[in-house]
């Protein structure tokens, strides 16, 4: 028998924005590099990354409500000989001639509709939070990406979720969430995820423009999420860069921080399209070895995503907004939410 769903209240996703809008703007401010980098195997330059998910950008504040993840991508060359080794016996990871590895830290928060309640509603998404460390070597050629990523954390009230959302509606005078008691409980999270992007499947120059399609297949596993992806990216612009789009707290597991613009300045328009088929979501099935709250998860979950980047010298900033299919029995509307990034080369 199912264990009972307590509520959830909707936290709002404004956590990290005070200090998150600080360092953006101080990541805006910073000089570009006289030369960009070329395109070689070996890149002087390192790269960082902030990416905060909202529903705020949605005027909405419910289910995901709120990520954040800062990355550092270390220059090359820099990797150690161990992962190169370890890259090499990998099967169907290729033998890129650029390898980068990337480290990173976030923290996601979900809630149900509404907040105020003190016993959230069983039938709604129950409360959690999920803090995490990211490791993740990429592996490119000309023309696909692999990337392997091995994500550890820990679900529940070690995640500190809890804490930051009644921070900020304080700081805020926001409505008061009630319902963290009813979180999910603490669980060490583990995913290993790998993803395959190949880049310019097809590609043309419409209206003097630059436009090119990249398809991604990907799989994860873990008791956080065990999950299945296929996608497709479009992009149009008057500068295509060396990526793969801008990138997304997985999942969906598209895009990167990595980006190699050929110019000073640039920009392109975006659309994708993802699918998957979900085994595992911890923070809708609940606790792995415990009772939790729950809800019934939908097997196939889809998303549709419209944005654009722009670069200028050795920084680009991209916003994201993704509509999501329903992910449990009962949800009574598709969920939306906007993503904001910004890369810097330094």
């Given at each position: 028998?199912?264990?009972?769903?307590?509520?959830?209240?909707?936290?709002?996703?404004?956590?990290?924005?005070p200090?998150?809008?600080?360092?953006?703007?101080?990541?805006?401010?910073?000089?570009?590099?006289?030369?960009?980098?070329?395109?070689?195997?070996r890149?002087?330059?390192?790269?960082?990354?902030?990416?905060?998910?909202?529903?705020?950008?949605?005027?909405?504040?419910?289910?995901?409500?709120?990520?954040?993840?800062?990355?550092?991508?270390?220059a090359?060359?820099?990797?150690?000989?161990?992962?190169?080794?370890?890259?090499?016996?990998?099967?169907?990871?290729?033998?890129?001639?650029?390898?980068?590895?990337?480290?990173?830290?976030?923290?996601?928060?979900?809630?149900?509709?509404?907040?105020?309640?003190?016993?959230?509603?069983?039938?709604?998404?129950?409360?959690?939070?999920f803090?995490?460390?990211?490791?993740?070597?990429?592996?490119?050629?000309?023309?696909?990406?692999?990337?392997?990523?091995?994500?550890?954390?820990?679900?529940?009230?070690?995640?500190?979720?809890?804490?930051?959302?009644?921070?900020?509606?304080?700081?805020?005078?926001?409505?008061?969430?009630?319902?963290?008691?009813?979180?999910?409980?603490?669980?060490?999270?583990?995913?290993?995820?790998?993803?395959?992007?190949?880049?310019?499947?097809?590609?043309?120059?419409?209206?003097?423009?630059?436009?090119?399609?990249?398809?991604?297949?990907?799989?994860?596993?873990?008791?956080?999420?065990?999950?299945?992806?296929?996608?497709?990216?479009?992009?149009?612009?008057?500068?295509?860069?060396?990526?793969?789009?801008?990138?997304?707290?997985?999942?969906?597991?598209?895009?990167?921080?990595?980006?190699?613009?050929?110019?000073?300045?640039?920009?392109?328009?975006?659309?994708?399209v993802?699918?998957?088929?979900?085994?595992?979501?911890?923070?809708?099935?609940?606790?792995?070895?415990?009772?939790?709250?729950?809800?019934?998860?939908?097997?196939?979950?889809?998303?549709?995503?419209?944005?654009?980047?722009?670069?200028?010298?050795?920084?680009?900033?991209?916003y994201?907004?993704?509509?999501?299919?329903?992910?449990?029995?009962?949800?009574?509307?598709?969920?939306?939410?906007g993503?904001?990034?910004?890369?810097?080369?330094?």
């Amino acid at each position: 028998m199912r264990a009972p769903r307590s509520i959830r209240r909707p936290v709002r996703s404004l956590a990290f924005f005070p200090a998150t809008a600080f360092l953006l703007a101080g990541l805006l401010s910073l000089p570009g590099n006289p030369a960009l980098a070329q395109k070689t195997d070996r890149d002087p330059d390192g790269i960082f990354s902030v990416i905060v998910e909202n529903d705020l950008f949605a005027n909405d504040d419910r289910h995901y409500t709120n990520g954040i993840q800062f990355s550092y991508t270390p220059a090359q060359p820099g990797l150690p000989g161990w992962v190169d080794g370890l890259a090499d016996a990998l099967p169907l990871f290729n033998q890129g001639t650029k390898r980068r590895i990337t480290y990173a830290l976030g923290q996601k928060m979900f809630t149900p509709r509404e907040i105020e309640p003190p016993v959230p509603d069983p039938g709604d998404r129950p409360y959690a939070g999920f803090l995490y460390v990211n490791a993740g070597l990429a592996s490119e050629t000309e023309t696909t990406l692999d990337r392997l990523n091995l994500t550890l954390g820990v679900v529940g009230p070690a995640s500190l979720a809890d804490e930051t959302q009644k921070f900020v509606h304080r700081l805020t005078d926001s409505r008061k969430p009630r319902g963290w008691g009813h979180q999910l409980r603490n669980e060490p999270g583990v995913v290993l995820s790998y993803n395959r992007a190949w880049r310019g499947v097809y590609a043309a120059s419409p209206f003097g423009l630059a436009f090119d399609a990249t398809p991604d297949l990907g799989v994860s596993l873990g008791n956080v999420y065990t999950l299945a992806s296929a996608g497709l990216t479009l992009r149009i612009g008057a500068d295509l860069p060396q990526d793969y789009g801008p990138p997304r707290i997985a999942p969906p597991f598209q895009g990167t921080s990595y980006f190699e613009p050929d110019r000073s300045f640039g920009w392109y328009l975006f659309a994708s399209v993802q699918g998957r088929a979900v085994a595992r979501d911890i923070f809708l099935d609940g606790n792995t070895f415990r009772s939790s709250p729950s809800v019934d998860k939908k097997p196939l979950v889809g998303d549709l995503q419209l944005g654009f980047a722009v670069t200028v010298s050795d920084v680009r900033v991209a916003y994201t907004h993704i509509f999501r299919t329903k992910e449990f029995d009962g949800q009574d509307k598709a969920d939306t939410y906007g993503s904001l990034s910004v890369s810097a080369r330094f």
